[in-house]
């Protein structure tokens, strides 16, 4: 009788990891957002207002910009925020014949912006008639918690919702500014 109940727990300890879901082994995964705006004005207007890297007025939730090295490559900024919340950025790539430059966050709390590994390039291109602009912000990152089972807060849906807050809020203000001469 021992032998057959050790023969019948031997035969659950071996078939139990067969019969087992598997375990989430993996972190979060890379996300994406793209955002584009149509501006009634020419790209190279929409791009003199957004081409320089240390100018980013036009976006509503930034109260201060500081920076160094203007448009080169590896030119650093520090946005500040309405909460006294940072973000710290540097150039990565800046193209002003294309009128495309791409950046990535160095620094930043993820209360104030819930990702974390964040790269972005923002694009002006020539709208369908010529006489209009259409301007692209696209970005990718991975949320603010990087291991499994995230507080809401920093969860994908999180970073994705933060994100696209950004680009709308800046792109439909840009698209304000422009269209309106201010």
Avoid: C
Wanted: charged share 20%; no cysteine; proline share 7%.
């Amino acid at each position: 009788m021992l032998k057959s109940l050790f023969a019948v727990a031997l035969a659950a300890v071996i078939a139990a990891p067969l019969l087992a879901p598997p375990a989430e082994a993996h972190g979060p995964t890379r996300k994406k957002v793209t955002e584009t705006i149509e501006i009634n004005a020419p790209p190279e207007k929409v791009w003199a207002a957004i081409g320089n890297f240390q100018d980013m007025s036009w976006h509503p939730a930034v109260v201060k910009q500081e920076g160094q090295n203007g448009s080169a490559i590896d030119a650093t900024r520090r946005l500040t925020l309405p909460n006294d919340g940072t973000i710290d950025e540097v150039l990565v790539k800046y193209d002003a014949a294309k009128m495309s430059y791409s950046y990535r966050i160095t620094a930043v709390d993820v209360k104030v912006l819930p990702v974390t590994n964040y790269s972005s390039t923002i694009t002006v291109l020539p709208g369908a008639d010529g006489k209009t602009s259409m301007v692209e912000w696209r970005g990718a990152f991975y949320r603010g918690y990087p291991n499994n089972d995230p507080p809401a807060e920093l969860n994908d849906d999180a970073a994705i919702a933060a994100v696209t807050g950004v680009y709308k809020g800046g792109l439909e203000a840009l698209k304000k500014k422009i269209e309106s001469g201010s």
